[in-house]
């Protein structure tokens, strides 16, 4: 089954501590991975994606196909950066026409 | 200003009643989708579509009818027969197949009373 597994459902830090949102996923086949942020009375917007690899606003995340993990990496967190983190997948069965997301990680940065 | 727009914010709904989510765009994007948004759940796909007059089931198609006339239109009808209604529905739009990204609508938040 195609499944997008986000273990913490809450990440507290303090700014300038480093942040990792956990990403594990289960599929077969190669997939593309997504990571998208919900900003407080914001839409959900793309954050980045792996097939792209770039680097948005400090985060990166790398894919370990051998852990089927996408983990969400900062050095340094902001209090900016709180917001709800899904992590998503899409799959190459039917031509990448969907989306599957896990279940969200909300980080709180505090002062 | 392009954008994906969804009407209405908020949408009350009396036990029993058929009511319309809209959701349009004019990113002249091919794909669209409707997700639910569950606390704890993360996001679940209801329908998507691919081109105009087509459209597909997702995970949890169940009470709810779309249809995909225009290109720019996607609207969500959720029935009587949905049996757990209340939720957050977001509407999101892709240029070609998913690795592109989406675009999301701002969300209508449905409540039954």
């Known amino acids: 089954a195609q499944r997008v597994t986000q273990p913490e459902k809450l990440l507290s830090v303090f700014k300038g501590a480093p942040v990792e949102l956990k990403c594990n996923y289960s599929y077969s086949g190669s997939p593309e991975l997504f990571w998208y942020v919900q900003y407080s009375r914001q839409r959900l917007q793309l954050l980045l994606r792996h097939i792209s690899r770039e680097s948005i606003k400090g985060f990166t995340a790398d894919l370990n196909k051998g852990e089927t993990s996408f983990h969400l990496k900062k050095p340094f967190a902001q209090e900016e950066d709180s917001a709800m983190y899904y992590c998503?997948?899409?799959?190459?069965?039917?031509?990448?026409?969907?989306?599957?997301f896990g279940a969200g990680t909300r980080l709180a940065v505090h002062p | 200003d392009g954008g994906i727009t969804q009407s209405p914010k908020y949408l009350f709904r009396k036990e029993g009643q058929n009511v319309t989510l809209s959701c349009e765009q004019n990113l002249n994007h091919d794909a669209m989708y409707w997700y639910r948004q569950d606390p704890g759940q993360g996001l679940r796909l209801i329908y998507y579509?691919?081109?105009?007059?087509?459209?597909q089931k997702g995970d949890i198609a169940e009470g709810y009818s779309v249809s995909r006339e225009k290109k720019e239109s996607f609207p969500l009808t959720v029935t009587s027969a949905q049996k757990n209604p209340t939720a957050f529905y977001l509407c999101a739009s892709s240029m070609g197949q998913a690795p592109y990204g989406y675009t999301f609508g701002s969300g209508t938040r449905l409540t039954v009373v």
């Open positions: 579509s691919q081109i105009v007059n087509d459209f």
């Open positions: 998503a997948l899409a799959p190459l069965s039917g031509g990448y026409n969907k989306l599957i």
